[in-house]
């Protein structure tokens, strides 16, 4: 492991040094005497080793705390999430209230669900494309979910992410004048994958599909938390946008996680990728 020749400084810190250092601890960690890292506890230790940062808010561990800080490692994602939401406007109050009554009114009775899709879409005429996404994702939701919540136990991802996952995260980030699409795929990125994620966002290049920009996890809600498998899975979530940012040289990645009926965004868990050098990029 090499000492990074490439800078980078972010909330009045030097990141780049202080990765280096959350990385040696994690080497160190494997060489010692139980030669073990539980991925449930040192998760940010073993992403680190492939060059990539975590932020998640409020749940850092001792290690990140001790060399990074609390208070860097909050400015930090800040800094990032401000740098994918600045340009999302915000609901007016008048926007918000009408969504709201037309909401309300369809699950208290008074309107039926042609009448709630109609008003939900007269909505978005005069909306940029952003409000746009998340009055349609509310209006498709209307569309798939029953209006008593079902006693039964969630057990197939395939009826998660088709009626609670797909409607909102299509809706936010597929925009097919763009040619963007959320794909739920369950394929290899590439022939040299052994693992694979269960959703990309890909662009469409003519007829065929070209780059991806995005990976997705999705699992069931089990009695108790399996957090190894969704700590594994935010691993690989990781390592696919990584490569996906080198491969492709592309600036950013998105990854999203699904858990039971709860999507994990960015106030939970928000991972951002970016590429800093062609050979050790520092991702953060």
Same mark, same amino acid.
């Given at each position: 492991?090499k000492?990074?020749?490439?800078?980078?400084?972010?909330?009045?810190?030097?990141?780049?040094?202080?990765?280096?250092d959350?990385?040696?601890?994690?080497?160190?960690?494997?060489?010692?005497?139980?030669?073990?890292?539980?991925?449930?506890?040192s998760?940010?230790?073993i992403?680190a080793?492939?060059?990539?940062?975590?932020?998640?808010?409020?749940?850092?561990?001792?290690?990140?705390?001790?060399?990074?800080g609390?208070e860097?490692?909050?400015?930090?994602?800040?800094?990032?999430?401000?740098?994918?939401?600045?340009?999302?406007?915000?609901?007016?109050?008048?926007?918000?209230?009408?969504?709201?009554?037309?909401?309300n009114?369809?699950?208290e009775?008074?309107?039926? +669900?042609?009448?709630? =899709?109609?008003?939900? %879409?007269?909505?978005?005429? $005069?909306?940029?494309?952003? #409000?746009? &996404?998340?009055?349609?994702?509310?209006?498709?939701?209307?569309e798939? +979910?029953?209006?008593? =919540?079902p006693?039964d %136990?969630l057990?197939s991802? $395939?009826?998660?992410?088709? #009626?609670? &996952?797909d409607?909102?995260?299509?809706?936010?980030?597929s925009?097919?004048?763009?040619?963007?699409?959320?794909?739920w795929?369950?394929?290899?990125c590439?022939d040299?994958?052994?693992?694979?994620?269960d959703?990309?966002?890909?662009?469409?290049?003519?007829s065929?599909?070209?780059r991806?920009y995005g990976?997705g996890?999705?699992?069931?809600?089990e009695?108790?938390d399996n957090?190894?498998?969704l700590?594994w899975d935010?691993?690989?979530l990781?390592?696919?946008?990584?490569?996906?940012?080198?491969?492709a040289?592309?600036?950013?990645?998105?990854?999203f996680q699904?858990?039971?009926?709860?999507?994990?965004?960015?106030?939970?868990?928000?991972?951002?990728?970016e590429?800093?050098t062609?050979?050790?990029?520092?991702?953060?």
């Amino acid at each position: 492991m090499k000492f990074p020749s490439q800078r980078y400084s972010a909330a009045g810190c030097d990141i780049a040094r202080k990765l280096y250092d959350l990385q040696s601890l994690a080497v160190e960690n494997l060489r010692g005497d139980t030669k073990q890292m539980p991925i449930e506890t040192s998760i940010y230790e073993i992403i680190a080793i492939q060059n990539i940062l975590l932020l998640k808010p409020d749940q850092h561990n001792d290690a990140m705390i001790e060399i990074f800080g609390a208070e860097t490692l909050d400015q930090l994602h800040k800094e990032r999430t401000h740098a994918w939401l600045d340009d999302c406007p915000p609901f007016a109050n008048e926007e918000f209230n009408t969504l709201s009554r037309i909401v309300n009114n369809y699950q208290e009775g008074t309107s039926n +669900l042609k009448e709630t =899709a109609a008003a939900l %879409l007269n909505m978005t005429l $005069t909306m940029d494309k952003v #409000k746009t &996404a998340v009055v349609d994702a509310v209006r498709r939701l209307i569309e798939k +979910l029953p209006l008593k =919540a079902p006693l039964d %136990l969630l057990t197939s991802e $395939t009826e998660l992410w088709s #009626k609670y &996952a797909d409607p909102v995260l299509d809706s936010l980030l597929s925009s097919p004048e763009e040619r963007v699409h959320l794909r739920w795929t369950n394929l290899k990125c590439n022939d040299d994958d052994a693992e694979r994620p269960d959703g990309i966002i890909s662009v469409m290049n003519q007829s065929r599909w070209g780059r991806n920009y995005g990976h997705g996890e999705v699992k069931v809600a089990e009695p108790t938390d399996n957090v190894h498998a969704l700590s594994w899975d935010l691993c690989r979530l990781a390592f696919f946008n990584k490569a996906q940012i080198n491969d492709a040289n592309t600036r950013s990645a998105f990854a999203f996680q699904v858990k039971g009926n709860t999507l994990v965004g960015s106030k939970k868990s928000f991972l951002t990728l970016e590429n800093r050098t062609e050979h050790q990029g520092l991702h953060h």
